[in-house]
């Protein structure tokens, strides 16, 4: 065996893909309605209010800047004859199942620390299954393009399982219940309650995670000073961090964009259906762009088409549905492109950081990244709810022209501008496909060597071998 052959192993098959990112449905059935219908059911039905939720909804994102890297940690640290990251995926479903029960079905008086609570419960088993299961993923393989077919699968799975949950509200709809947003908002949490444990299982059964080797030692001042002088790991942190921002004021305004400014009523939750759709059906046109064009410029060109299309928000006219649905399918397009290209990106970042400090640290930079995201995500939705008090405008109320024009722009703008951002970083990302190969021959080798080693010492010294219950040679 050559040094590098383990880099060119045989490609995943399909439906070993499929059954790893199974569970990417319900953790996208559960993600999409914490940040697009949650604070608005909170807010309005609940009576919150816009402040008090989305200053909730930013602390708990901001809970995560804490769990995330301690439990990245763990992660790759505990390892149990299952591997290192399924049986925290396993842990994860009890958690899990509790809090999304009390969250989308809240049981008694609804308050501030009810919504503090089990908001913050969620999100501890959230990111043991996310981190768990994205860190798996990008030990499936180490090959650069097979690593983005990992990802890509994922992303098809939880766009899938989001077009299922934004279909639940039509089908409730026609059953005219008496309370007709808890009854979208429970559909979606039994949803997810129903599908988790299925979907868990399917993946912990048909997958095995790949071997990796135990992580040498490094003293933990070396090891930070590596990870802060890891110029990859900056790049792709700082796109993250000011992606998440963007996404998360598009998200979290975007029910009221469709109901308040666009008149749409009914086609809201069509529109966000069909965005998703569209996202589906362009995951194979991303897959070969960014293989003919690499990673990292393909990122930087989905950006850089957000900047461009996200302003026809300002000239659709309210009550015309054919021209938002147009405008979304064209949104859609490009929509799965930044997040698996970021994560099959950072897989590469692991490669490189292990190169460098020999650890396997997986877990804590699929950490990171999620951190990033969600402090964007969290400062977005406070800011933009924040905002909205400020221009005046109140959901499903009476709004002046000012108001319904502010909410478009606090849409619209900082979107805008923050993707051309996210462009200009990633285009000048400094690992591509070569770098990448180069530090996979040197991974192979250790791991040969490693072998290699182990053979010579088990033939040199059989009884030591047998005494640790390893079978001598």
Not at 14 to 28: D, G, Y
Not at 338 to 354: E, K, Q, T
Not at 357 to 367: I, V
């Amino acid at each position: 065996m050559s040094a590098g052959m383990a880099g060119r192993e045989a490609p995943l098959s399909r439906w070993t893909l499929l059954a790893f990112a199974f569970p990417a449905a319900p953790i996208s059935a559960m993600g999409l309605p914490l940040v697009v219908h949650l604070p608005p059911f909170y807010a309005g039905s609940l009576g919150l209010g816009l402040t008090v939720v989305g200053a909730i909804f930013m602390l708990a994102r901001f809970w995560d800047v804490i769990t995330d890297p301690v439990l990245g940690v763990v992660s790759d640290r505990f390892e149990t004859r299952w591997g290192r990251r399924r049986h925290w995926i396993v842990l994860s479903v009890p958690i899990m199942m509790l809090s999304v029960y009390m969250i989308f079905m809240p049981q008694g008086p609804v308050t501030a620390g009810y919504l503090v609570f089990w908001l913050f419960v969620l999100y501890v088993g959230w990111t043991l299954l996310t981190i768990s299961h994205i860190s798996w993923g990008a030990e499936l393989t180490p090959d650069y393009h097979d690593r983005s077919r990992v990802q890509g699968a994922r992303e098809l799975l939880l766009i899938i399982g989001m077009v299922c949950v934004l279909a639940l509200p039509a089908v409730i709809e026609l059953a005219n219940p008496e309370n007709l947003a808890a009854a979208r908002v429970a559909s979606m949490g039994w949803f997810v309650l129903i599908l988790l444990p299925i979907s868990v299982a399917v993946a912990v059964w048909k997958v095995p995670e790949r071997k990796a080797p135990r992580p040498e030692h490094v003293p933990f001042g070396q090891a930070v000073k590596v990870l802060i002088e890891n110029r990859p790991l900056r790049f792709v942190l700082l796109a993250d961090l000011i992606s998440g921002v963007s996404g998360g004021i598009v998200a979290s305004l975007f029910l009221f964009l469709a109901e308040d400014v666009l008149r749409l009523g009914k086609f809201s939750s069509a529109l966000l259906l069909c965005y998703f759709i569209s996202g589906v059906m362009f995951i194979p046109l991303v897959l070969w762009i960014s293989r003919r064009f690499g990673k990292h410029r393909t990122a930087a060109g989905s950006a850089l088409f957000n900047a461009i299309t996200v302003p026809l928000i300002l000239l659709i006219p309210a009550g015309h549905p054919e021209l938002a649905l147009g405008a979304f399918l064209l949104f859609g397009v490009n929509m799965a492109a930044g997040p698996f290209l970021f994560r099959s990106i950072m897989a590469d970042v692991a490669d490189h950081d292990s190169v460098q400090t020999k650890q396997t640290r997986t877990g804590l930079f699929f950490a990171m990244l999620t951190s990033t995201n969600k402090v964007g995500a969290a400062v977005a939705i406070g800011l933009s709810y924040m905002m909205l008090d400020v221009v005046g405008f109140v959901p499903g109320g009476e709004n002046s022209a000012a108001a319904l024009d502010g909410l478009r722009a606090v849409y619209v703008w900082p979107a805008t501008i923050i993707s051309a951002a996210v462009a200009l970083i990633l285009w000048r990302f400094p690992l591509d496909e070569a770098q990448q190969k180069a530090n996979r021959e040197i991974l192979d080798r250790r791991m040969l060597d490693a072998a290699a080693a182990a053979v010579e010492t088990r033939t040199l010294h059989p009884g030591d071998a047998q005494s640790s219950g390893a079978p001598a040679d």
